[in-house]
């Protein structure tokens, strides 16, 4: 009886394990889609002249280009460091993963 509660409590672990990574999957395509976006946003804000023009909370107002630009490598900087933490993260659950597939693969060998 202990060793079915055992093999459920393991495999209620690796069912949040994988719910865990699903949501930081999700999450760090979401940072790379918003990296993307950032990128292209500061690609297209060097050809552009001095005059710029960002929406703040649902304005558009006139902004100098360098500081724009400032801001935009500043929120590039911060993006990178979050999917850098993400893939921490998702390396992390990945172990932990394996580890208990392999623990729970190896308990039912022992039969």
Known sequence: ?????????????????EQNLQN????KQSFQMELVETNSAFEELKKSDDEVYKVVGGLMIKSSKDKVEKELQEKIKFIEA???AIEKQEEFLEKKVEELRNEMIKDNSKK
Do not use: A, D, R
């Open 82 to 84: 979050k999917i850098v």
């Open 1 to 17: 009886m202990k060793e079915k509660s055992n093999k459920e409590e393991m495999l209620q672990e690796m069912q949040i394990l």
């Open 24 to 27: 930081t999957l999700v999450q």
